[in-house]
């Protein structure tokens, strides 16, 4: 039924002004609209929701991220525009961040201003 459906994707922000620079300067989403619930910004054609929220502890695992065709590449960007990856001593990743997963992926996470983890992904 909602196999040929876009998804929107929602993310929460307890600052959205921060968020906003977040994700319009830094990961370069271009901004839509801001309904007052939530800012809006076109994530590869699909709706991105930064919903604006009182209160809420961030996940530990990944709650949004990108297929990218060249991670690399991508992360040496984004690193030029102080996003910061994050490090795990529990599995090897490279001078960037990067980690070769078994099945062949490589992924990287870092996080947004109110601490949600996300991720750069090249399949």
């Known amino acids: 039924m909602l196999a040929k459906s876009k998804p929107v994707c929602f993310i929460p922000t307890k600052d959205a002004k921060r968020a906003r620079a977040f994700f319009e300067k830094m990961l370069g989403l271009k901004f839509v609209s801001d309904d007052k619930f939530a800012l809006v910004f076109n994530a590869g054609g699909n709706m991105l929701r930064?919903?604006?929220?009182?209160?809420?502890?961030?996940?530990?695992f990944?709650?949004?991220?990108?297929?990218?065709?060249?991670?690399?590449?991508?992360?040496?960007a984004l690193t030029a525009k102080k996003v910061t990856f994050e490090r795990y001593g529990f599995m090897k990743q490279d001078e960037l961040g990067i980690w070769d997963a078994p099945g062949g992926a490589k992924v990287a996470w870092f996080k947004d201003p109110d601490g949600n983890l996300l991720s750069i992904s090249q399949h």
């Open 50 to 60: 930064v919903v604006r929220v009182q209160e809420f502890t961030p996940l530990p």
């Open 62 to 76: 990944t709650i949004l991220g990108w297929e990218v065709k060249d991670i690399a590449k991508t992360a040496e």
